[in-house]
């Protein structure tokens, strides 16, 4: 199982830009699709976004659209969040996600490794 270890996230005002990070180890990074999903305190976690495990191809879900940006560096084993136009619902602890094989995923039970996430908290 490839082990994930998530970065970048912080305070940032609304409007605000994060870039977060999650790097990957122990596993063959490019035979992985990534996800990165969010939990709120006391909501459920919510897929923010996916790609593809060679080709990297996004998806997202609806809260994301239009202001996040996912993408995959094989080469370095990470996968990238670039959050821009952030609002104060943004804030969540964002987890990053893998699942080994193709396809594309947005529910949580369908990934088999987690990071421990990072914290992200937008100020009004």
């Known amino acids: 199982q490839v082990q994930l270890v998530e970065s970048g996230g912080g305070l940032v005002q609304a409007g605000g830009s994060l870039r977060l990070s999650c790097a990957a180890s122990?596993?063959?990074?490019?035979?992985?699709?990534m996800g990165w999903f969010r939990q709120a305190r006391g909501k459920e976690r919510e897929f923010v976004a996916g790609?593809?495990?060679?080709?990297?191809?996004?998806y997202y879900g609806d809260s994301a659209k239009g202001r996040f940006t996912i993408s995959r560096d094989n080469a370095k084993n990470t996968v990238y969040l670039q959050m821009n136009s952030l609002k104060p619902e943004d804030t969540a602890l964002y987890y990053c996600?893998?699942?080994?094989?193709?396809?594309?995923?947005?529910?949580?039970?369908?990934?088999?490794?987690w990071g421990q996430g990072t914290q992200v908290t937008v100020s009004s």
């Open positions: 790609c593809g495990r060679s080709s990297g191809i996004p």
């Open positions: 996600a893998a699942k080994l094989g193709g396809g594309y995923y947005r529910t949580a039970t369908d990934f088999g490794s």
């Open positions: 122990g596993g063959t990074f490019s035979s992985y699709a």
